[in-house]
């Protein structure tokens, strides 16, 4: 468990312990009423010390903390602690500068996914946190590869809580970005890759769960009255698991794919694995040799063709033919 996590929950241990006027809590009840509920969540979790009891209480008391007023009472020669006003809560404290701030800084990063629905009330959010005597601004430190110009970025909203609500889909989008056609679609998970999003779902005209289209395709939406029918075939955490990008070729299954990368290229691959599957040794002359078990798609040919100077194919030999294809046909738009 992360040692943040187990500070907050201490402190709400700590809070109800001293609000607690019906009983004295010495520094030993204190740990063990910490123990008790930490051990519960993590049993691996060998116990707490009382310095750091001390330090918690400390910071409780502090202004980076919440400024508590807590009593200690001598009986005999040990030491009980309570709060001064037992209705006192942390609960009930308003949120201080450091909490504001950190919030601001949380906030600036999540708004970066513009057209996310459950992202949308932090627009509202944020003006009211930057009142009082925080600064207007603070300055983006961290930003996502998050293109919020593209086309079709407007209907992940619609998309999404369609999904979430199961509701069905009427499409009208650009097929193959050429003529216009009309779609209905069970809509099942939105999958991002390569900056453009992605809608799977079920296309009952061709009786299939896994049609995708891509949202800058998409002309218009709107939802349908028909009842929806819930994905029971695919397990999208899985379905990914043997690919690169969002294209699956029917009945096609894992092959090993063996590439060699060149000089520099080689040291990139090595720190930025192509995928999970990736196994790596390095052979002689700075070569690194790459072995993979993908299925081969339009996406993975692609990622190939963007290194094309500095990788080659090894296996398996549909795959050597294809690059070679696409290369000899670029190579000809320059002749």
């Known amino acids: 468990m992360a040692t943040n996590k187990n500070a907050q929950i201490r402190y709400k241990i700590l809070d109800n312990c001293f609000r607690n006027s019906g009983r004295r809590y010495f ?67 308003p949120l201080n500068e450091t909490d504001i701030a950190r919030l601001q800084t949380t906030l600036q990063m999540l708004s970066q996914f513009k057209g996310m629905p459950q992202f949308e009330w932090m627009c509202g959010l944020l003006p009211k946190l930057k009142q009082g005597s925080l600064p207007d601004y603070l300055d983006v430190i961290m930003e996502f590869d998050n293109n919020q110009y593209l086309d079709g970025v407007e209907y992940i909203g619609t998309i999404y809580n369609a999904i979430l609500y199961k509701k069905v889909l009427k499409i009208n989008y650009l097929s193959a970005f050429e003529n216009e056609s ?9 999958k991002q890759y390569n900056n453009r999003w992605f809608l799977f779902g079920y296309n009952p005209e061709h009786d ?13 939406i709107q939802e349908t009255q028909e009842t929806y029918i819930p994905n029971t075939k695919i ?10 990008g969002v294209t699956k070729p029917l009945d096609a299954k894992p092959e090993t794919i063996i ?48 290194y094309a100077d500095s990788v080659k194919v090894i296996q398996p030999q549909a795959l050597i033919d294809r690059i070679k294809s696409r290369l000899n046909n670029g190579y000809a738009l320059y002749d």
Request: one cysteine or more.
């Open 235 to 244: 397990d999208w955490n899985d379905y990914f698991e043997d690919m690169i």
């Open 259 to 306: 590439l060699h990368f060149y000089g520099k290229t080689g040291h990139y691959i090595e720190s930025k694995p192509i995928h999970g599957s990736q196994k790596s040794q390095r052979l002689e002359n700075d070569v690194l040799e790459v072995n993979l078990e993908l299925l081969i798609n339009y996406e993975l040919e692609r990622f190939i063709l963007s």
């Open 27 to 93: 520094i030993e009840d204190l740990i063990r009423e910490c123990d008790k509920v930490l051990q519960d969540i993590d049993p691996d979790f060998k116990g707490i010390s009382r310095r750091q009891i001390f330090d918690d209480m400390a910071f409780m008391e502090s202004s980076e903390g919440w400024e508590i007023e807590l009593v200690r009472e001598r009986e005999n020669k040990r030491v009980f602690y309570h709060y001064a006003n037992p209705s006192f809560s942390i609960n009930n404290m």
């Open 182 to 190: 009309q779609l209905i679609i069970h809509p099942y998970y939105l």
């Open 208 to 220: 299939k769960s896994d049609w995708n289209i891509a949202l800058d395709r998409i002309k218009t």
